[in-house]
């Protein structure tokens, strides 16, 4: 019997501000860097082993934020569990894809990228390219590029979320803040922006 995402529980708390806006920055710039259909980021959730959308880009913004799954199941789930990026061109051919939790989310990808966001050893969760251009997913290259992308994601998630609560979210002297601003520059420079 297929198991469906599952709308997140009420009790669970939602990321502050800072951390959504952030994640949906990643989102929003991973799709424009591989000119994808859609882009994720699920963070694991351990103790109840599932993947939770925490910012979504294209196709099922609109529903798919707070939706879990399984953390054991599908491509994510391997990504999550191997601590590997994997692209897979075509996802009909693929025995990881699992067509189930794509149909449950009302969008099943041809093709997609995913990358682990780690942060010292400590996998926290999967960034998510689906669909995109046959040119960004070409070789090594972009699936490193993917990688260090995601690298930088999960290090600017640790920075936010290791220093809350703070008593002003952008005090100019706040070192979290003084971090972040490093790595969005560091990524702007990679992107040759």
Not at 1 to 29: F, G, K, N, W
């Amino acid at each position: 019997m297929a198991q469906t995402i599952a709308p997140a529980v009420s009790a669970v708390p939602r990321p502050d501000p800072a951390v959504a806006e952030l994640l949906q920055s990643v989102v929003d710039t991973a799709r424009a860097i591989f000119g994808a259909q859609a882009s994720s980021i699920m963070l694991l959730d351990a103790a109840a082993d599932e993947l939770i959308f925490e910012a979504v880009s294209g196709q099922g913004q609109e529903f798919l934020v707070g939706r879990r799954f399984p953390a054991g199941r599908g491509i994510a789930g391997w990504v999550a569990a191997s601590g590997e990026p994997m692209v897979v061109d075509d996802l009909h051919e693929s025995a990881s894809f699992d067509r189930d939790i794509a149909e449950s989310t009302g969008y099943v990808p041809n093709a997609l990228m995913a990358a682990p966001l780690i942060r010292r050893d400590r996998v926290l969760g999967v960034l998510e390219v689906l669909d995109p251009s046959p040119q960004a997913r070409s070789g090594l290259p972009e699936l490193d590029l993917l990688g260090l992308f995601a690298r930088q994601a999960a290090v600017a998630l640790h920075v936010l979320t290791a220093y809350a609560p703070r008593p002003a979210p952008y005090a100019p002297d706040d070192p979290s803040r003084t971090e972040l601003l490093r790595l969005l520059s560091e990524a702007r420079r990679l992107l040759g922006e």
